[in-house]
Structure formats: structure tokens, C-alpha cells
């Protein structure tokens, strides 16, 4: 098999559609899946887009996470000044450190923990309804559901004070809003690791039951103590466990509503919930290239000889669409076994809150749809303002009414 060289400007490629992966990916899915193209932050990198060879890149120790690295994939320009001004978080580690970070947290997500969740999920989310029931129509989806039931749950997670929710809410939709100016979205980050810095600090000095607290605990009882690394985990925690779910809450509900067949069958028997939870976060895989990673050593993918330290990138979008994995692949079937998708990630790095974030899913869509009957967009879909980049696929903002036409 021959390297494939495509378009600059394809990769990566913005998505144009809310229920579509871009086509360039099935092109070379289907006539070089293992294709050697130019990245937007300079130089290139091996696209990996078949489901098969994705779970082979994200399960092989000789594929590196570590960002440091001289071949790791530039996303965009600038990317590679900001490495290494700062110790890896764990989703930039390799190997034993990485597993020994990942086993310090591990028992925080189990499914016994996350489900004596539901309660207090549930109480989130009934409140957020009740703030929406209580607004004039049309409401921003977005602003009133979508942002803030993971920034209030990953809040009760870390142990955030109930008094500086508003913090939270108001800085990450900063950072999430697509006409916050650069400036501002870049100080929204540093004033929320600044507050992360001086919680751990506080819980340092008065240890609570919360998952900060019992790391803490934790580290006093190795005879250890990374002060350092509690705030990177905290801020890695808030980062990946907020806008992931919040965009799924947006696109999973748009889903649905131009769906309503579908929709119907899941809210007479919501035992059916979560197999439309795992189907969804299927079709739209928010996430394309997280599982960016360098070549250790030689390594051979479908018969394509990656050499060490090139970069390589495994686009779970593309892996997800793959006709050889997923019947009708660019159909939704909200019926349809999707457990073995990489929304998640795959192997070592898989995403530890995946757990949490089924919940929350679940909780949302059943919750949202039994409140709300008549649920329906207040705009066209083609004017809701989508967002594409190479880390994130979401909607900005999505103004929904309910009841009677």
C-alpha cells in the first residue's frame, strides 16, 4: 500500500454537516486508510481511518501520548510552543507513570460509584428544567441545559464549593463561546487553573470526602505529596469531562428531535435509553483527534511500515463510519449494538469518565424529553451555528421551545 498524500486544508477538515463526517475521511478509508498527509500546525503525519487499524494504533505500548515528543501531530499553528512549558497530564504519559496516574483516580469512576451519582444527576438536571420551564421561549438549549449539568456534576465531583458554581459556569462559557475574543477565552483557562491551584490548596489544608480530597489523602498515605499534579488532574478532569458532554447533550437532543419516530420508541421504554446513548455518541464521535500519537519504533498497519518517531493520528470520527464495523454506518439506529465504537478512545488511554458520562447522557435525554413534551427547535436546523475544528464538534447555541404549536 502506497502513502497518500491529500490536500493541506483536509486535514483537518471542518465538518459542514451536524450528522455527517466529512467525505475526504471515507475516501481514504476506502482507498488508503493508512495515508501520510500535511497537518495544519506543519509538517505531516500518518491518518489512520479505519476501525480496525484505530484499535491497533490506540492499543500498541509503541505509540506514544507524550506531546513532547519531536514527531507528535501538530493540531494547529503554535501547538508545539505551548509543550513543555508545563509537566504532562495524564492523558500526555506513557507507560507506568501513566498507569500508576491512572490507577490513583481509577476507583473514583467505577460503575457502582458513578451510579450512587444518579440521584444528585438527577437533581441537576431537574433543576436546570425547572430554570428553563421558567424562562420565555424560545430557550437557548446551550446556555440552560447543555453547559451547565457537567460543569455543576464535574463541580460535585472535585469538591467545588456550591457559592462559586457560578465561576465555573460563567468562565466556561467563555471559553466555549465561539465570539469570545482569543484573549479572553485564554484568560477564562488561566483563571479557572489559578482557582483549581488554590482549591487544592485549601483541601491540602483540610481534607474533604470529595475525589481531590481523597487524593490528597491518598498521597499522604505513600509518604508522596504533587501538589502539581492534583491541579493538573483537576483541570484535565474539568476540561475533558465538560464540553465533551455538553456538546453530546446538544447534538444527542438535535438528534432526536429530527428523529422523532426514533425518539418515540425510547421515551415509551426508557430501558432503551442507553443503547440510544451508545449509538449516538457513535454517529457524532465529538472528539476526532485526541488519539494523536508518535511511532516508538517501526511499526506495520495494514500492511503500511510507520517508521519510529513519525506522527501518527487515529481519527475515531472516520473509525466509527467504518461500513466494515457498523452496518449503514451514516444511518442513526438508535436500536443498534454500537458498544463496540472508540467514542471513548480505546486501550490503555480509553476516557476514564465514560462512565459518567453515559449517565449523565441518560439521565438528560430521559429527563428532558418526559418534562418537555413537544420538544422542538425554535430555528431551522441549517441556522444553528455548528462548530468543527480538529478537537471538538458541537453547536454554540440551539434555541428550542416545547408544548402546544
Not at 511511532?295 to 481519527?315: N, Y
Amino acid at each position: 500500500m502506497s502513502e497518500h498524500a491529500v490536500d493541506p486544508a483536509a486535514y483537518p477538515k471542518v465538518r459542514t454537516c451536524p450528522f455527517a463526517s466529512a467525505p475526504e475521511y471515507a475516501e481514504l478509508r476506502a482507498e488508503a486508510p493508512i495515508a501520510k498527509v500535511p497537518m495544519a500546525g506543519g509538517g505531516t503525519a500518518w491518518l489512520v481511518t479505519r476501525h480496525e487499524h484505530v484499535r491497533q494504533v490506540l492499543g500498541d505500548p509503541r505509540m506514544s501520548s507524550d506531546r513532547r515528543r519531536p514527531g507528535f501531530p501538530q493540531l494547529s499553528v503554535g501547538q508545539r510552543a505551548t509543550v513543555g512549558t508545563v509537566a504532562p497530564s495524564m492523558i500526555g504519559m506513557d507507560g507506568e507513570e501513566h498507569a500508576a496516574a491512572r490507577r490513583s483516580v481509577l476507583g473514583e469512576f467505577t460503575v457502582r460509584r458513578i451510579e450512587a451519582m444518579r440521584p444528585r444527576i438527577q437533581q441537576i438536571v431537574d433543576g436546570c428544567i425547572d430554570e428553563m420551564l421558567a424562562e420565555p421561549r424560545p430557550v437557548d438549549l446551550v446556555r440552560a441545559l447543555s453547559l451547565p449539568v457537567p460543569s455543576l456534576v464535574i463541580c460535585e465531583l472535585l469538591g467545588v464549593p456550591y457559592t462559586d458554581h457560578d465561576f465555573f459556569q460563567e468562565r466556561t462559557g467563555l471559553i466555549l463561546r465561539k465570539t469570545t475574543p482569543v484573549e479572553q477565552r485564554i484568560a477564562a483557562v488561566e483563571e479557572i487553573q489559578a482557582y483549581l491551584d488554590e482549591l487544592v490548596t485549601a483541601k491540602e489544608q483540610e481534607v474533604t470526602d470529595d475525589l481531590l480530597g481523597r487524593q490528597i489523602r491518598k498521597q499522604r498515605e505513600a509518604g508522596e505529596a504533587d501538589h502539581e499534579a492534583l491541579v493538573r488532574m483537576a483541570l484535565l478532569l474539568l476540561v475533558a469531562g465538560h464540553e465533551t458532554t455538553a456538546n453530546m447533550i446538544s447534538l444527542g437532543t438535535l438528534a432526536l428531535l429530527e428523529n422523532p419516530d426514533q425518539l418515540a420508541e425510547i421515551v415509551a421504554d426508557p430501558a432503551k435509553t442507553p443503547t440510544a446513548v451508545e449509538e449516538l455518541l457513535r454517529y457524532f464521535t465529538i472528539v476526532e483527534a485526541a488519539t494523536s500519537r508518535t511511532v516508538t519504533e517501526d511499526v506495520e498497519i495494514g500492511g503500511v511500515l510507520i517508521p519510529e518517531g513519525e506522527g501518527v493520528v487515529a481519527l475515531g470520527s472516520s473509525a466509527n463510519r467504518d461500513p466494515e464495523a457498523f452496518d449503514r454506518p451514516d444511518e442513526l439506529d438508535l436500536a443498534r449494538n454500537a458498544r463496540g465504537h472508540v467514542a471513548f478512545g480505546f486501550g490503555p488511554h480509553q476516557c476514564l469518565g465514560q462512565n459518567l458520562a453515559r449517565l449523565e447522557l441518560q439521565i438528560v435525554f430521559d429527563t428532558l424529553f418526559r418534562r418537555l413534551p413537544g420538544l422542538r427547535l425554535a430555528v431551522a436546523v441549517d441556522d444553528l451555528p455548528f462548530k468543527s475544528d480538529a478537537n471538538i464538534y458541537g453547536i454554540y447555541e440551539m434555541p428550542v421551545t416545547w408544548g402546544e404549536e
